[in-house]
Each structure stands twice: as structure tokens, then as C-alpha cells.
């Protein structure tokens, strides 16, 4: 089918453009004009020709919007304002291209699908759970930020134009989403795994007293040479979050894009929960060097329930923490591995 997606050479954006163009899809490609990042498609166009097309169309152009989703079959909305603490642009570009794009295309009966890339972030609760978070826990009542109210507000009119118009609307609600080397980014020793990375999340900050007691067992594994620490919580846990790779993002947005049974739901679509301990263990394999643990800060021990997801779409995630850490090590040596980082 011929699919419009905006937010097309974000870190999302241009791996679903990738995974729709190999599934035979024409791609109508979405960016912000005078974007730096549009050479990452246009290295695709030159592998995949006339089925991509790059269209320079701001979020906040309206008349843009509607030409370009009356010239699909198929919307993926992507695109969004990032930054939390701007509301105006929340309400203009996030929330405004939404109502946008769904206005364009309500009356089309010939519309296959309209898929609308929401966010966890609709979910507010402790980063400490003994049960996997479930689609119906979101609210309106959020606390989290502009960019997570606008996300939640876009649900809320994909519903209405889904039940009042018959819209085929469906939302997905990832979480933190990475694409390869950006899980170790900038560097295994510095990134959020490494002694070195965690030491300089502390630096600068007013720390109270876990935070300093957790900087000096991370001083000490430095001062004996120690490059990887495992963040453990109160209860002697590792660290465990629900987090995407990229390539279980783009897996279950084309699930969703053509599965009959996604439309009028909300789905959580991740990779296998995040666990901290295999993650630097890996690493250490990987690398040669040691990992040792620290008690964190900070408690994380949380998951999201996927069961809707795979019940509507079939969607199953594929990947989990050894085989992320693995091709991420792999991607910062140079390796390809089949995804499109952001930058």
C-alpha cells in the first residue's frame, strides 16, 4: 500500500521506513524542512527508488498534512514536538498534527489503516511494580509533562474518529526506543553500564545521601580498575526496565499497519524486559573486562503487559537483553545489523 509516515528520519521513523519499503510498501516520507538528518533516506531512495518518496512538510503546516494523507492509503503518525516542557508546541506540532491528519482522511472510506505512535509515558506510577503494567492503567490525570498529555489527548481523538467516523485507528505506546550502538552510547565504558557513565550522571547534581553512598562504591570499583557495574535495588535486584529496540518498534508497527484485529485498540509494543545484570555481564564477555554491582540509587524493577498486543496483532518481541547488548557491541565496532541509527 502507499503509506504516509511523518517523523520519517527520527530514530523510529527511518527504521519503520526501512521495514516498510522490504515489506514492498510505497513510502511517503514525512520530515521537517531543513532537517540534517534526511540523508539517512536518502541513501534508501537510492536502494529502493520510486518507493520512497521524501516530502518536506512541517508539523504545524495543516494544508501540507492533508494534501500528503490524500495522497495515501495508509498514515503512520509519527512525528512529534520531543521536548516535554514547551506546551505551545505540544498543543501546535504533537497534538495539532494529529487532529490534522485524522480531519484529512475521516470521510475516507477507502482508508486502510491510521496507526498513531504513542508513548508509555501515558502510564504514571512507581518505577517498582510486582505486576506488568496493562493498557487499561493510563490516564488523563498526568503529571509526566506536556509531550505525555499531548500523547494521551491523541488517543483520546483517535477513539472519537475511530467510533464516531469509523476511522481504523490504532495506537502503540513504546517506551524508551534505541537503535543499536545508542544502548552504549557513546562508549561501552561511558555509557549508562559503564563505572565511568554512571559516575557522570552524579556529577554535578545536588546528590543526597543514596546518591553519595552510591558514588563512592562506584569510586572504589574505579580506583581497582572495575569498567562495568550492575545498578541493584534495595532488595539485592538488578535493575530490570521495559525498553524497544528499534527493530521490535518497526516489527510492530507494520503488524499493526495491516492486522486486522489492531484497529480500536491502544497496544504496548516493546522488546523483552531490560536486565541490567545480563546486559553488563554480556558486556564483560564482550569486552574482557569485569563487571562488579553497586547498590543504586535509584529502584527500577517494572514491565509492561503484552498480552493485548499479541492476542490483536500476533506481536511477540523478539529480542531480549543478551541479543540487544550483543548487536549493540556489534553495531559500535562498525558491524551492520540491520538498523538505522539516529544520527
Avoid at 538488578?238 to 524497544?244: D, G, L, V
Wanted: one cysteine or more.
Amino acid at each position: 500500500m502507499k503509506v504516509l509516515l511523518t517523523g520519517a528520519s527520527g530514530r523510529i521513523g527511518a527504521n519503520i521506513v526501512l521495514q516498510l519499503l522490504q515489506a514492498g510498501h510505497e513510502v511517503l516520507a514525512a520530515v521537517r524542512p531543513g532537517s540534517d538528518r534526511v540523508g539517512k533516506l536518502q541513501s534508501l531512495q537510492e536502494k529502493f527508488g520510486s518507493l520512497l518518496q521524501i516530502k518536506a512538510c512541517d508539523l504545524s503546516d495543516r494544508k501540507g498534512l492533508e494534501m500528503l494523507a490524500h495522497e495515501s492509503e495508509a498514515v503512520i503518525h509519527n512525528g512529534a514536538h520531543l521536548y516535554s516542557g514547551d506546551t505551545f508546541a505540544q498543543f501546535d506540532n504533537t497534538l495539532g498534527s494529529t487532529v490534522t491528519l485524522l480531519e484529512a482522511v475521516r470521510d475516507r472510506k477507502d482508508l486502510k489503516r491510521f496507526v498513531f505512535i504513542s508513548s508509555t509515558s501515558v502510564y504514571e506510577g512507581p518505577t517498582v511494580r510486582e505486576t506488568p503494567q496493562a493498557e487499561h492503567e493510563s490516564t488523563w490525570q498526568l503529571l509526566g509533562g506536556a509531550y505525555a498529555v499531548s500523547k494521551i489527548a491523541g488517543e483520546s481523538f483517535g477513539y472519537l474518529f475511530h467510533h464516531r467516523w469509523g476511522v481504523p485507528v490504532v495506537s502503540l505506546r513504546f517506551p524508551l526506543v534505541f537503535a543499536g550502538k545508542e544502548l552504549l552510547n557513546p562508549d561501552v565504558e561511558n555509557s549508562i553500564f559503564g563505572v565511568a557513565g554512571q559516575l557522570k550522571r552524579l556529577e554535578g547534581r545536588s546528590v543526597n545521601e543514596a546518591e553519595s553512598a552510591m558514588a563512592q562504591q562506584l569510586e572504589s570499583l574505579q580506583t581497582r580498575g572495575i569498567k562495568l557495574a550492575i545498578p541493584l535495588n534495595e532488595n539485592g535486584s538488578p535493575h530490570r526496565r521495559h525498553w524497544c529496540d528499534v527493530r521490535d518498534a518497526a516489527r510492530g508497527t507494520l503488524l499493526a499497519l495491516t492486522e486486522p484485529g489492531a484497529v480500536g485498540h491502544s497496544l504496548n509494543i516493546m522488546s523483552q524486559p531490560f536486565d541490567f545484570a545480563v546486559a553488563a555481564q554480556t558486556l564483560a564477555e564482550l569486552s574482557g573486562w569485569t563487571a562488579e554491582s553497586v547498590t543504586a540509587a535509584e529502584q527500577y524493577d517494572y514491565t509492561f503487559d503484552q498480552t493485548l498486543a499479541k492476542e490483536t496483532i500476533g506481536f511477540e518481541s523478539r529480542l531480549d537483553t543478551r541479543q540487544m547488548i550483543t548487536d549493540a557491541y556489534r553495531h559500535l565496532q562498525g558491524e551492520d545489523i540491520g538498523v538505522i541509527a539516529r544520527d
